[in-house]
């Protein structure tokens, strides 16, 4: 199982497919790097959404310094950029950091289709 960080799951490249390609709920997945001052505060709205989503979504992030064969795969250039799956496929992403009421509404829409 892989490691969790608070509500988001850590996700690795060696980890991806398993955790979120093959996932049974849609999957957010957060593109953060170590010296992403916005990525910090997205985290926390993030940890904070987990709560409200329960078990309608499964909240990961991937570093994508350590990780780049996932980055590159997805053309994750900018950080912070959310990705949501679902079954496998990328449903809705988006880059940078935004308000919580936003980020409630993005995954909302990733999560409905």
Excluded: H
Excluded at 15 to 29: A, H, N
Excluded at 66 to 93: D, H, Q
């Amino acid at each position: 199982m892989p490691e969790k960080n608070g509500p988001l799951v850590e996700v690795t490249d060696a980890t991806f497919v398993d955790v979120v390609l093959k996932s049974e709920r849609p999957v957010v997945v957060d593109f953060w790097a170590e010296w992403c001052a916005p990525c910090k505060v997205l985290e926390r709205s993030l940890n904070e959404l987990s709560e409200e989503f329960g078990d309608r979504l499964v909240f990961a992030k991937l570093d994508a310094d350590a990780n780049p064969e996932t980055a590159r795969a997805y053309k994750v250039m900018s950080m912070p950029t959310l990705i949501v799956f679902r079954g496998g496929e990328v449903v809705a992403s988006a880059v940078g950091n935004r308000p919580k009421m936003a980020l409630r509404q993005f995954l909302e829409t990733g999560i409905q289709g």
